[in-house]
């Protein structure tokens, strides 16, 4: 078992940070589809989307996390190869980086613009204010 990354294959870090965050981003869209498919009120969606604050939370310091151990790691990264198949695989996997930091962000941003505030677990990030008219 290794933990760092090297030119043959990722390390155990990768490998956790990769899989944990999969399905923290798969439990989300679960959860999120199932408040349209069945609606908000049921039982299910209650369950999956009640904790979508929390796990959205643990979602971007895990996404914080895993940029910086790929910076850490960046010379002992596998290689995504050569030719057109490789520049399309770093363009994909800068995009979804991109994404899975925009995203986060633009929720808190929203969530700093509306009424409710921003408390992850109960600890309160940001107090409630009046909100900003869009």
Not at 4 to 18: E, W, Y
Not at 58 to 76: D, E, K, M, Q, S
């Amino acid at each position: 078992m290794q933990i760092m990354d090297n030119q043959g294959c990722f390390g155990t870090v990768t490998r956790a940070l990769h899989w944990s965050m999969a399905v923290l981003i798969g439990w989300q869209f679960v959860g999120m589809i199932s408040k349209v498919a069945v609606g908000r009120e049921h039982p299910v969606s209650q369950f999956l989307g009640g904790y979508h604050l929390n796990i959205g939370t643990v979602l971007f310091v895990l996404i914080v996390l895993r940029l910086a151990w790929a910076f850490i790691n960046r010379r002992n990264r596998p290689s995504h190869g050569a030719g057109l198949l490789a520049k399309a695989a770093v363009a994909g996997h800068t995009a979804i980086y991109t994404l899975m930091l925009l995203v986060p962000l633009m929720a808190l941003i929203r969530a700093w613009g509306r009424e409710r505030g921003f408390s992850p677990f109960g600890f309160e990030l940001f107090a409630p204010a009046r909100p900003i008219p869009w």
